[in-house]
């Protein structure tokens, strides 16, 4: 078992759980490139339904990060994270619970204008 998997059992801050997803990440922050070795905590982490586990992915997703020893930015990679597959070969956006996917497509859709025909 993983340590993000007991820290979801036990109900633990928000900031650990995305701190400890971080660690295991399927794509590299710098350049959004495949992380091969991975232990699939992406993919767990948005398959979760509780709060504190959207709340870490929207923590991962959405915290700037460069020079920021707090920050993720992950947001920028969040197509690459979309097609990440689980143990099962199934892709992260097929299996995240509602919050989680939301806080996916929020970022997946930040490109797009929204135009108003009159």
């Known amino acids: 078992m993983l340590p993000l998997h007991i820290a979801v059992q036990k109900g633990t801050s928000v900031e650990l ?5 971080s660690h ?21 982490l948005v398959a979760q339904d509780s709060n504190k586990c959207f709340n ?3 923590l991962l997703l959405d915290a700037p990060a460069p ?11 969040v197509e690459a994270l979309a097609e990440v597959l689980d143990q099962g ?6 299996i995240a619970k509602s919050g989680p ?4 497509h929020k970022h997946l859709l930040s490109g797009y204008k929204v135009m108003t025909i009159m």
């Open 67 to 77: 020079d920021n020893p707090a920050g993720y930015d992950y947001g920028k990679h």
């Open 101 to 104: 996917r939301q806080s996916m």
């Open 89 to 94: 070969g199934r892709k992260a956006l097929e």
């Open 17 to 21: 759980l995305a701190l400890l997803a």
């Open 24 to 44: 295991d990440m399927p794509v590299s922050r710098p350049n959004g490139e495949p992380v091969f070795g991975h232990s699939h905590s992406w993919s767990f």
């Open 56 to 58: 870490a992915v929207a």
